[in-house]
DNA sequence: AATACTTCCTAAAAAAGTTAGAAAGTCTTA
DNA sequence: TAAGACTTTCTAACTTTTTTAGGAAGTATT
């Protein structure tokens, strides 16, 4: 690629991601002088790709002059997959959805058709927005599973029947005309709270998706860590339990078996068959798990006693897992994401009991705990960054 | 610093972890351009600091020069201390002890003398040895505890009496008129297995210190992962075990109440009196814990059965906490190392079984498990090389 | 032994970075 | 309120670094 459009994409990046910049702000993120700096950003401006948007407030000197990015110019298609429901969305570049979410029923577990559907699917949505392909970034895509992002593989989910010669990626992109990146569902949430959300600026954070299992993204360093085969964060199965629970991954005493909305709706179950007094009475279970969390969460949210000991419970339960987490790495934050989110903060008092019972203090009070404000949006969110990366990042 | 200084500092660095490097390879190392390497070389090696050593095998096309350290140029003085024992070595850009190894009793517990007692046996190193300050780079310090590097403290042995203003690297530097540079020991480690070890090139690795604690020394992406505040890798105080035992630091059933050369020596003992038939019997114990568990570790290697059981019990508890890194971290390698790599191959049965019983199959076949061969020099190394790595480093 | 093909190294051209100073602002003090 | 001191942004001249093209010194193949 020619240089100055590598240094073009540099600067689209960081303006994605800090929303307004100024050109001396831009030099020293990009790491290039001034002058080129200058240079490349009254380019973009002549392409209307940016535009200038004032003058910033001086900090004890002459103003200078802002940019931001043209939301009408450059697109981002953003997917997430759980293993029943796909979400698609055309974003601009200030995170803004374009035409609204759309969502699929798209059943991953031994479903040769779902790449398939997939693409269709994406197609559809590049060609009703009616916004040309040149426009468009690129594809990301987050979904469960161990994913390596680099082949483009996902070996938990095939998607496929076997037989083929093409990755998931090389398929997709070859059906749509665009770029295509996947990665790891709980790892882009980490992303997008790394980028837009509480974990902003905490170059070492941990962030736990609470969802159908129990995941983990991880920033070290700054930059989201994925190990050496792109299979970092398998939280959910460390064994921590001598609860003799079968795990789907077979072996027994996984944080999974204690810790998941799965596991919160199970007990709540159990719980009202025992005779426990909840509001959920009468209107639970309905059978369908996204309603059947939610009401749990909103019910412990409005005070519902019964429900609030079933998210102390699990919550603990993570917390013994974070503690792990912080003797290991060390992080700023721990972050509480994905749809568990919904609970608020009614998970920080267990989780940090746990803390406080299984950690050393002096590493204790080093980290904070934290749940986040963007919840489902994570995702996609994520999803949108994962390609912004690639399109910045030098081939 | 001015930049072509930079630029020597950073060739150096390279070859000094290589032994032996083309013009082209260092320019593809410091990412700088040829032209500029090479004069920077030239420069070098009138100065006498660089030498050229013959020409490398051709690939196919013309022969490279190569060049070497001048092993009399400089020197980097490497110290190594666990709670008893400190030891002292000045050495070459070789890694070649120039005046053998001193080894000086300084117990670091309660001791608000012991700081300036280092200071004395560093400032004779550096005389004795008749070199000029001039030429040695710097003190690199690894030593036990909660260190902060970038501060340069301890906070686990602070070794003063807490009223000074000075913090141990302050000190130790107008002590000594050179820089110092301090990090954990298991820290250390891991960098010396990295740079110079079995971890070499493995960018993702874990290597556990097996001595009078279980500490851990972090690879991730390339470089040692210190986590937000320089204390990420206390793997011996997750808690694994529901055994009363208390652990030093308050809490029990920690990972270190099963398993280091202490509990060794302990299972030991209480195994003797016991009735245990062993070739120990009649030598041991002597009282002094190096001897003890040297005395143990060779006993197992040479075959005595009883010695052997104690290291599978101890290397399968490894085994769990290691089962956790492979979770979390997906390393692409985990090195046993420290003092107890004395015991070699021995460790690594156990601790693969444990790894067969707890981790996902998918992932603990991605990992290599592995003895270093650095053994007991490893800390030493990785003080030197500490001291390169801020040399190089530009401030 | 001659030709094709690599790779290392060097010199000239192009690109990027640095530096000094002008422009445009803020803040303090008389 | 006005002048002067001080900051910061932005620009133009200069310096450093990188890129490119080509020559030198090898290896492998016919």
Redesign the interface.
């Known amino acids: 690629m020619k240089k100055d459009e590598q240094y073009k994409r540099l600067i689209l990046r960081e303006i994605y991601y800090a929303n307004t910049l100024s050109a001396t702000e831009l030099s020293d993120r990009i790491g290039k002088s001034l002058p080129l700096t200058i240079r490349t950003v009254n380019h973009l401006v002549k392409e209307k790709i940016l535009e200038p948007s004032g003058y910033a407030p001086s900090s004890g000197g002459r103003r200078p002059i802002t940019y931001t990015i043209n939301r009408k110019a450059l697109y981002i298609l953003s997917v997430s997959m759980d293993q029943l429901v796909t979400r698609i969305s055309l974003m601009d570049l200030t995170n803004s959805h374009v035409g609204g979410i759309g969502r699929h029923e798209l059943p991953l577990k031994n479903n040769p058709a779902a790449l398939k559907v997939l693409a269709t699917l994406l197609a559809d949505a590049v060609n009703q927005s009616g916004i040309d392909r040149s426009r468009i970034l690129g594809i990301g895509i987050g979904m469960p599973g ?1 994913i390596d992002g680099m082949r483009g593989e996902n ?1 938990s989910f095939p998607m496929q029947d076997g037989t083929e010669q093409q990755t998931i990626v090389e398929y997709l992109a070859t059906a749509t005309g665009l770029p295509v990146h996947i990665d790891n569902d709980s790892s882009l949430i980490a992303l997008a709270e790394y980028k837009f959300g509480i974990a902003r600026k905490a ?2 954070s941990m962030v736990v998706n609470i969802g159908w299992g129990v995941g ?1 993204g ?1 920033i ?2 700054g ?1 989201l ?11 959910s ?3 921590l339990f ?1 609860n003799n629970k079968l795990c789907s ?3 027994s005493g996984c944080l999974e078996t204690e810790t998941s909305l799965l596991v919160l709706i199970d007990k709540a179950v159990k719980g009202l068959q025992d005779g426990k007094i909840s509001s959920l009475q009468g209107h639970f279970p309905t059978g369908e798990i996204e309603k059947d969390a939610e009401s749990i969460m909103e019910a412990a949210a409005a005070g519902d006693k019964f429900c609030i000991e079933l998210i102390r419970e699990i919550g603990y339960h993570i917390g ?1 897992g974070v ?3 912080i ?6 934050s721990i972050v509480l994401s994905g749809r568990g989110s919904l609970a608020g903060r009614l998970w920080l008092a267990p989780v940090q009991q746990a803390l406080n019972e ?1 950690c ?1 203090p ?2 204790a009070t ?2 904070a705990v934290e749940v986040s404000g963007l919840g489902y949006e994570a995702e996609l969110l994520g999803s949108a960054a994962l390609v912004m990366e690639n399109y910045a990042t030098p081939q």
Chains 1, 2 share one sequence.
């Open positions: 161990f070996y170059a070492n983990l991880m070290l360093n930059s860590f994925r190990g050496n085969n792109g299979f970092a964060g398998e939280f199965h460390i064994p001598n991954c077979g072996k013994r503690a792990i987490l003797h290991l790495l060390n992080p700023r299984h050393i002096r590493l080093q980290t």
